[in-house]
């Protein structure tokens, strides 16, 4: 049974920073497998944040270029997201995600493309 619970989540002041994690268990070793982080602000749809492949690939929204970065601990088994120089609109519940075996790049930023799911983090940036 796959299991993703994400920790990390807080309150900061814009131009603050935070480390998210997601700590996974049962998932796949496999190389062509991803995982993501997703947000959701209240009213709005989800949309993806940042994304890798278990063998090291990254890329990020464009709207977060520069201040957010993902990584991953396959030994710890573990997903980091990074996130500087964070402002208000950044506020949301963010969540971490994960495809099956393989997963198609050019469909990463689909939320229909990831199997698994945590329960979400909140982050919360005040002015």
């Known amino acids: 049974q796959v299991q993703l619970v994400e920790s990390g989540g807080g309150s900061v002041q814009a131009g603050g920073s935070l480390t998210l994690s997601c700590a996974t268990s049962?998932?796949?070793?496999?190389?062509?497998?991803?995982m993501a982080w997703f947000r959701q602000a209240p009213g709005t749809e989800r949309e993806g944040v940042a994304y890798?492949?278990?063998?090291?690939?990254?890329t990020v929204a464009d709207f977060v270029k520069g201040r957010f970065t993902i990584s991953a601990d396959n030994v710890k088994n573990t997903l980091y997201l990074q996130m500087n120089n964070l402002a208000v609109e950044d506020t949301a519940m963010y969540y971490c995600?994960?495809?099956?075996?393989?997963?198609?790049?050019?469909?990463?930023?689909?939320?229909?493309?990831?199997?698994?799911w945590g329960q979400g983090t909140q982050v919360t940036v005040s002015s």
């Open positions: 890798i492949r278990r063998s090291s690939m990254t």
């Open positions: 995600a994960a495809t099956g075996d393989m997963c198609r790049w050019n469909r990463i930023s689909r939320v229909s493309e990831y199997d698994y």
């Open positions: 049962g998932y796949t070793t496999a190389d062509s497998a991803c």
